[in-house]
């Protein structure tokens, strides 16, 4: 009897062996035909690897010399500038390499709430809340602030990370042509029979380059009882006379409601993202928007670079009229013959 109860188990497992390559072996093949699908798509992602500092000019693998880049968001070249380098350095030596812990258990230190501070300081909003990236506060405040009682009108062409948050929230969703504004007052109009009414745009669309009309909207928003918020990561910094962003651009700061927005684009290129604005909201995101509540602290380093970048721009506007001036430019007065990845119009 115990050598068939031996016999018995070595039989099944090696059944259950079985099914399990045979298991992975579809896998495999499903696998397969989908990255084939990618490719026939023409929709391939190829990964270019830089082994310099990010900047105007760069060293890319396989490339010999160096390479002109005109693709990456690092809009005012802070990522590799001097001062923000070495706050970096040095909040690194003074806070540590992390904190192994989410911010309500153990993961908050003095330099997140001074940059939180700084950036609703910044924005001219009452409070801010840090996350790990702009796509985790995207993915966290929809679905924390609107109920199945409420209502979201959403640009049909907003970013991925906008579209991923509206779909975990419970909210009815309505969807407007983009930056089509008789379309977004048909919806306000028909959204009118829920408790609350937001409309999410970003500020600038980053990969046609538009700047989506906050005035029209805000006015739409006002005569309709409705909220607005702005996806602010490829304006922040730069757009508008001090930097602050579409609003300011557009002359509306005191009438957008929410702003999200990334410390990994123009404010050091590091990581990071936020949301600003009334310190209930903010209050309410820490204690249910669950990126925030399962994901690790921003690194100290992090922090430290957001911080010195977001000093130099409240220190003056220099650097924002620099760039101004530049994209004033004619390209051609600065075209040259070397390589070059990304484009002009980017």
Known sequence: MWAGRVLHAALSGASRGRRAQSALAQLRGILKEELESIRRAGTWKSERVITSSQGPHIHVDGAPGGIINFCANNYLGLSSHPEVIQAGLQTLKEFGAGLSSVRFICGTQSIHKDLEAKIARFHQREDAILYPSCFDANTGLFEALLTSEDAVLSDELNHASIIDGIRLCKAHKYRYRHLDMADLEAKLQEAQKHRLRLV?????????????????????????????FVDESHATGFLGPTGRGTDELLGVMDQVTII???????????????????GALVSL?????????????LPPASVGCASKALDLLMESNAIVQSMAAKTLRSPTKDRTHAPCIGSMEY
């Open 200 to 228: 999410a745009t970003d500020g600038a669309f980053s990969m046609d380059g538009d700047i989506a009309p906050l005035q029209e909207i805000c006015r739409l928003a006002s005569q309709y009882g409705a909220l607005v």
């Open 260 to 278: 999200n927005s990334t410390l990994g684009k123009a404010l050091g290129g590091a990581s990071g993202g936020y949301t600003t604005g009334p």
């Open 285 to 297: 995101l820490r204690q249910r928007a669950r990126p925030y509540l399962f994901s690790n602290s």
